[in-house]
């Protein structure tokens, strides 16, 4: 049986811990425990049988190495008391959160030999702990399934490849048969160009809009024709809407939707047939297709796996009979920017859906706190606003628009006892509000499509004077938008209410703090632009 090594001091303390409403533990220097309480036994005892000589870590938590930042152990190197909230099993296999105060016992000479365990079951006041517990899962199954589509892309890359390369065979088949024919042979020529430029723009751009522009531009070259329209189709809508054009400016039939199987572009599209046009007065439009000059036209469906994914439409402005030989290479080209086309539609959806996973959090977070509902949109559109005054590139302020979304991720992992605190914090709880920079930006570093929004969502509590947080960046140090998103971030706090302060800033005081505080909190030059913008609402 395992020696109790309790320090003789404190023999006599024992009935008086016994019957204590909290449970107690006595442990020695190497985690094991010598003596416990009974409400500590009624948590933790019963099947497992006797508790005292066990580690502690095994009674708490199950586990066969110490708990991760044990404050017992900090009590054994530092001497001084310790605190922590840690999750542990009752006995009956239940998860808690418990509250442990651990004091050190030390002998004469001030040598720490064990650890008083005073422990405190908070469970019911961490519900917020749970939904966090929650949140970080779901978001570990998102970033599982992101991987799991970045493989399938990889495949569909993959795929691409052994296109171009049966394409390439083709080319050889085609220059072999027919050497003699010149003019054949400079249309698979621009036709191979124009699908390896798919390939090298659906390798490099995620924009489908840019794909788009690309398609129509390389089969007016391929068909040497004067216009060309691709029209994509939108399921929600069961209709063909334009997403792209070439030599069709300031005309209403750009702008024109159609239903599959409405006018020859429809039909091309319902049928996955190419269908061509030697008279276009005789179809509709005809009165636009007169203005412009246009005399013929092909159209070809863009199909994929079978799916009918919208269809391109070439014109020609001189009356044209598009024969077999000019219709087989705009099928080849159609077909692979078809495979493009769905390659980019998929990457963009998956970052559309991930974003959103993202944006459900945050708004979770701001549904456990009444007084920052809505805080994300103010400061996105604040933020945004800046930016624009500043001439910044659209690029950035499209990854402003992100950062801004999602900047107070972190914080769903934050007790609600804390951001909900109604006085001032303890040192403590001030140290872990200020580490929700960080947990948000490792939050969305899985994310590629969000990388670029990573440093603004670490930096947006910086200083202009480098007494920020959490790294203490100075001036030019913090990235521009991150300063823009800091001036954003306190004006919206200070005209908002919070637990810590009932009565709201009107938005002239906090204009004031804000031009106070330039040059020491906020970037001069974004405080200006900031406090011009909004006296203008």
Not at 253 to 275: I, Q
Not at 403 to 428: F, R
Request: proline share 4%.
């Amino acid at each position: 049986m395992y020696k109790q090594a309790l320090h003789p001091e404190h023999v006599d303390c024992r009935s008086v811990f016994k019957n204590i409403g909290a449970g107690l533990s006595l442990v020695d220097n190497k985690l094991r425990i010598v003596w416990v309480n009974s409400v500590f036994e009624k948590w933790f005892g019963g099947r497992n049988g006797p508790i005292c000589g066990k580690y502690c870590y095994a009674v708490y938590q199950h586990k066969a190495h110490p708990c991760r930042g044990c404050p017992t152990l900090k009590v054994f190197r530092s001497g001084h008391i310790e605190q922590a909230i840690q999750p542990g099993f009752s006995q009956d296999g239940a998860k808690h959160y418990f509250q442990l105060t651990v004091s050190p016992v030390k002998d004469k000479s001030g040598k720490v030999v064990q650890a008083l365990e005073l422990i405190d079951d908070i469970t019911a006041g961490l519900g917020g702990q749970k939904r966090a517990d929650c949140a970080a899962e779901e978001l570990k199954r998102s970033y599982e399934y992101l991987l799991l589509a970045n493989r399938k892309l990889q495949g569909s890359i993959e795929r691409l490849r052994r296109i171009n390369s049966i394409i390439a065979r083709r080319k050889n088949g085609i220059y072999k048969k027919y050497c003699h024919k010149i003019k054949e042979l400079n249309i698979a020529r621009e036709e191979l160009s124009g699908i390896i430029k798919i390939n090298n723009a659906c390798g490099s751009s995620l924009d489908s809009g840019s794909i788009c522009g690309l398609i129509t531009r390389l089969t007016c070259k391929i068909m040497h024709a004067e216009a060309c329209i691709i029209r994509l189709f939108d399921e929600r809508a069961d209709s063909l809407v334009v997403e792209g054009e070439r030599g069709l400016r300031a005309n209403n039939l750009n702008s024109a939707s159609l239903k599959p199987g409405e006018s020859f572009s429809g039909r091309a599209a319902k049928y996955k047939h190419p269908v061509t046009v030697n008279d276009l007065a005789k179809e509709d439009y005809a009165e636009i297709i007169k203005r412009r000059g246009l005399c013929s036209a092909v159209a070809m469906p863009m199909v994929a796996k079978g799916k009918v994914l919208g269809v391109v439409t070439v014109y020609a402005r001189a009356p044209r009979h598009f024969t077999e030989e000019e219709i087989k290479p705009l099928t080849a080209f159609v077909s692979q920017a078809a495979v493009a086309v769905q390659e980019i539609k998929l990457s963009e959806d998956i970052h559309t859906t991930y974003f959103n996973t993202i944006r459900s959090l945050v708004l979770a977070m701001e549904a456990r706190d009444p007084y920052t509902r809505g805080h994300a949109d103010r400061v996105t559109r604040y933020s945004i606003e800046i930016a624009q005054e500043l001439e910044l590139s659209e690029h950035d302020i499209e990854i402003l628009r992100y950062a801004g979304e999602v900047h107070d991720v972190g914080k769903i992992a934050i007790s609600d006892l804390i951001l909900n605190k109604p006085g001032k914090l303890t040192p403590t709880e001030r140290a872990t509000i200020e580490v929700h920079p960080v947990r948000g930006a490792e939050m969305i570093e899985p994310l590629q499509f969000l990388k670029s929004a990573i440093p603004l969502v670490r930096h947006h509590h910086e200083r202009y004077d480098g007494k920020g947080y959490p790294d203490g960046l100075v001036r030019d140090k913090i990235p521009i938008m991150a300063r823009i998103m800091a001036c954003a971030d306190a004006f919206d706090a200070m005209t908002s209410n919070r637990p810590y302060r009932r009565n709201r800033m009107s938005i002239e005081q906090a204009l004031g703090e804000i031009k106070s505080n330039s040059g020491s909190q906020f970037d001069p030059k974004v405080a200006k632009v900031f406090i011009k913008i909004i006296k203008k609402i």
